[in-house]
């Protein structure tokens, strides 16, 4: 043996990596949980991460290319990270994870799967409580992923992940 | 000779700019918390979504998609002057609204079948989310439509007002021909007209508002009419040019003639907007958040 070469990541690794990125406006679940990550390609130092916004006009956006590329350029083996946004791929709540959609509700925000609709009729499971004793309030919430919500059981608002 | 395809990017980045930005202007005023919240929100969708055509643009051009946004001189702006249009009143706002949604929803249908693939990609998560301000739109409609009085006639109002340049929305871009030709555009502006105009014509039947005309002349008193007081304009009553009222809807006739905002031109209300929009990026240019 003559030289000690650093071996490039594996595309599992960076995915691990991506699996641990905190979300800029939902910090306890991850890009990699919440289904923004579409394709994730290594050749030799060289990472290309291929992600899909949640909504279009999401503000993070920007600060997300960034933490992206700072959780990766640390890792052994990597000169160069670019992380490009995707319009070929259409961002679905059904995207995110198990994990992430049990982060979102310790978070207080209801994940897909709760019983949201369009129209907002109601019954959405509370993520406080539990109680389906729940009535829609705006689809228009902090973010555009999020629509606010009200529960009659234990008298807290919630907020939604949209459908 | 410059790509037609641009042409195709501004005309709808700028429309979805300005109306945005124009939304954006009911933030703290509107008549009540949540709508503050609903118009703050649509405006956001509608700044992402200009931004997504900008950065087509933005490959085409090589020019800096905030360049393309807020630098350049108004009459190289290609929004529809419906879109710069002020406010006005609720009536005229949920007019526009539901007239430029259900316009924008009839483009992007369409466009999902352009044979330039980032068009037709883009359009699938710009129409999830504009089910949202098409929901929003329709329900304000429905909800002014049924009254009271004073809602009835301000929505008439507003209609009538927007109607006309609503049909500007469809003006034929100076590279119609090319685009079409080349599959860009599936389909030309006066298909996309017509199916607008069957849209809306749909709408305004499932509310009744012809036959509210019809009865509420006859009321005692319209308040409690079920459908409306007669105080609202017909539908019959919106006109504009180059379209025809036939069968309960409208059919288009003829040609554009003269040149509206896809040729770069502008109403008075245009400056103001414009001012507003780009103020901090002409006074900072280069500047970085």
Not at chain 1, 50 to 59: A, E, K, N, Q, W
Not at chain 2, 91 to 99: C, E, I, M, S
Not at chain 2, 202 to 227: I, K, Q, S, Y
Request: proline fraction near 8%; charged fraction near 25%; glycine fraction near 10%.
């Amino acid at each position: 043996m003559t030289s000690r070469t650093v071996t490039a990541p594996s595309p599992e690794d960076v995915r691990a990596v991506l699996d641990a990125v905190p979300d800029p406006e939902m910090p306890p679940v991850s890009i990699g949980e919440l289904g923004m990550v579409v394709d994730v390609r290594v050749d030799g130092g060289r990472v290309e991460v291929d992600l899909v916004p949640t909504f279009s006009g999401c503000p993070a956006i920007a600060v997300i290319r960034e933490d992206v590329e700072r959780a990766l350029r640390p890792l052994a083996g990597v000169d160069k990270v670019e992380v490009r946004f995707v319009r070929d791929v259409v961002w679905d709540p059904e995207r995110i994870t198990f994990a992430g959609r049990r982060k979102l509700a310790e978070f207080g925000i209801a994940p897909p799967g709760s019983g949201q609709t369009l129209l907002g009729i109601g019954g959405v499971k509370c993520p406080l409580c539990g109680s389906r004793d729940t009535v829609a309030d705006s689809p228009f919430g902090p973010t555009p992923c999020r629509a606010t919500n009200y529960c009659r059981g234990c008298r807290n608002p919630f907020e939604v992940i949209k459908p | 000779m410059s790509d037609p395809r641009i042409d195709l990017l501004l005309a709808m980045a700028d429309d979805e700019l300005v109306i945005g930005h124009r939304h954006s202007q009911w933030t703290g005023v509107a008549p009540h918390l949540e709508e503050d919240l609903a118009f703050s929100s649509i405006a956001q969708d509608e700044v992402g979504h200009a931004v997504v055509w900008y950065g087509l643009a933005s490959e085409l051009t090589g020019k800096d998609p905030d360049a393309l946004g807020l630098g350049r001189q108004p009459d190289q702006y290609r929004n529809a002057i419906l879109v710069e249009r002020p406010n006005r009143d609720w009536g005229y706002t949920v007019a526009r609204h539901y007239l430029y949604d259900t316009a924008d929803d009839v483009r992007l249908v369409a466009l999902a079948d352009s044979a330039w693939r980032p068009v037709a990609d883009a359009t699938g998560a710009l129409r999830r989310e504009e089910r949202y301000h098409l929901l929003h739109a329709r329900t304000w409609l429905d909800r002014l439509a049924h009254g009271p009085v004073d809602a009835r006639r301000k929505l008439g109002e507003g209609l009538v007002a927007a109607f006309g340049e609503a049909l500007g929305l469809f003006e034929p871009l100076p590279a119609e021909g090319d685009l079409v030709a080349d599959g860009v555009l599936p389909v030309p502006h006066a298909e996309l007209l017509q199916r607008w105009l069957d849209m809306i014509a749909a709408d305004f039947d499932a509310l009744g508002l012809e036959r509210v005309l019809e009865e509420g002349a006859t009321m005692a008193d319209p308040e409690f009419v079920p459908t409306s007081s007669g105080e609202m304009e017909a539908p019959a009553t919106l006109s504009g040019p180059h379209v025809e009222r036939r069968d309960r809807g409208w059919v288009p006739v003829g040609e554009f003639t003269g040149r509206g905002g896809r040729h770069g031109q502008h109403s008075e209300d245009f400056a103001e907007v414009w001012q507003e929009m780009t103020g901090t990026y002409r006074a900072h240019p280069g500047a970085t958040w």
